[in-house]
Nanobody, 119 residues
Framework: QVQLVESGGGSVLAGGSLRLSCVYS????????MSWYRQAPGKERELVSS???????SYAEPVKGRFTISQDSAKNTLYLQMNSLKPEDTAMYYC?????????????WGQGTQVTVSS
């Protein structure tokens, strides 16, 4: 079992920055994908960025060059540094863990943290 707790959301002006955190607890799997998703009102949840257990990262086109995903294994924490924020980044941001459990991969979600960017 894995528990995920996000924090760091808030309200900022366009051009500002926020750093989201996702603390994970429970069983620590050696193979996993940790991701940030976001969901704006009236829209589907979308993938923002991912990092895998090998350290490889990926980003959605709208956030490339502005957001950086990272993790601190010693603190069991996933981060999303968000710079040059735009009003269209406004959404609820969720942390997701996709882990190589036995007998099959499992998905866990956090409760979300709200990010609001005003112009």
């Amino acid at each position: 079992q894995v528990q995920l707790v996000e924090s760091g959301g808030g309200s900022v002006l366009a051009g500002g920055s926020l750093r989201l955190s996702c603390v994970y607890s429970g069983y620590l799997y050696t193979r996993y994908f940790m991701s940030w998703y976001r969901q704006a009102p009236g829209k589907e949840r979308e993938l923002v960025s991912s990092i895998d257990s090998d350290g490889s990262t990926s980003y959605a086109e709208p956030v490339k060059g502005r957001f950086t995903i990272s993790q601190d294994s010693a603190k069991n924490t996933l981060y999303l540094q968000m710079n040059s924020l735009k009003p269209e980044d406004t959404a609820m941001y969720y942390c997701k863990s996709f882990v190589a459990a036995i007998p099959s991969w499992r998905t866990y979600w956090g409760q979300g943290t709200q990010v609001t960017v005003s112009s």
